[in-house]
């Protein structure tokens, strides 16, 4: 909830410009404004072949009387490919739970929207080093009803609630040590190919001083970025890193 729709405008545009001239690498980008900010943005983005739009959220149902809710329809109607879903902020403001994001990864999967599914421990989860028990049941309970089909289009997130925002970054091995986990689980249930195949992203404070390292771990496939994404230079910086 961050930018006003000019602030918005000149974030993305320099963004999508930097990106042009600068950026060699054949990552995907995916700009996930606010909803509002949709429309006008995908106009910036425009024909910039490795960069796409998604929302932050949508609900679960197709449509009717949910006021003040955004669907998926509506989402892919203002050419969103991709859509957030499951971030620490839904899931502790918002009261979202593993079942109600079970339905809308389902949901956003029909409507051809592809979910960024995201996940991660609190603080005391850490301390305690639960971080697997609890990362497994989140992703058992949101995903493993999915078909084989439909989990290679799901992107999972690994978000530690402990480092969104904070400045506090899982280090590059703790980072990887959870993205392995979380591949295995994906490979234990939908075969190996399905689990190397699965982009797993890291998200909580990504900078452009640690994005390299990050980045460089063999289960790392990318980076989900909050606070750094405000500063195009920043962002793209964190792009560059990907290689
Ligand atoms: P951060 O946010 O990069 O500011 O830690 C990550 C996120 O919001 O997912």
Redesign the pocket.
């Known amino acids: 909830m961050n930018c006003s729709l000019s602030e918005a405008k000149k974030l993305a545009s320099e963004i999508v410009n930097m990106v042009r001239d600068e950026v060699k690498s054949e990552a995907e980008i995916v700009l996930c404004p606010p909803f509002i900010y949709l429309i006008e943005i995908n106009d910036l983005i425009g024909s910039s072949a490795n960069i796409s739009l998604g929302a932050q959220n949508c609900h679960q149902e197709e449509s009717g009387a949910f006021t003040g809710e955004i669907s998926a329809d509506m989402l892919t109607s203002l050419g969103s490919k991709y859509v957030i879903l499951g971030?620490s902020e839904r899931r502790e403001y918002f009261g979202e739970s593993d079942e109600l994001l079970e339905k809308k990864i389902k949901h956003a999967l029909n409507k051809d929207l592809l979910p960024i599914f995201c996940c991660g421990e609190k603080p005391e989860s850490r301390e305690a080093n639960d971080q697997e028990v609890i990362v497994s049941k989140q992703i058992e309970k949101a995903l493993f009803s999915l078909s084989a089909d439909e989990i290679q289009k799901v992107v999972i997130a690994y978000?530690p609630v402990w480092?969104?925002?904070?400045g506090k970054t899982a280090s590059a091995e703790q980072a990887q040590e959870m993205h392995a986990f979380i591949r295995s689980k994906i490979s234990e249930k939908y075969g190996k190919e399905a689990g190397d195949g699965v982009s797993i992203l890291y998200?909580?404070?990504?900078k452009p001083g640690n994005a390299q390292e990050i980045f460089s771990q063999p289960d790392i496939d990318g980076g989900?970025?909050?606070?750094?994404s405000l500063k195009s230079r920043d962002f793209t910086d964190i792009v560059k890193a990907i290689g």
């Open positions: 971030h978000e480092a969104i925002g904070t998200g909580g404070s990504v989900l970025i909050g606070g750094a």
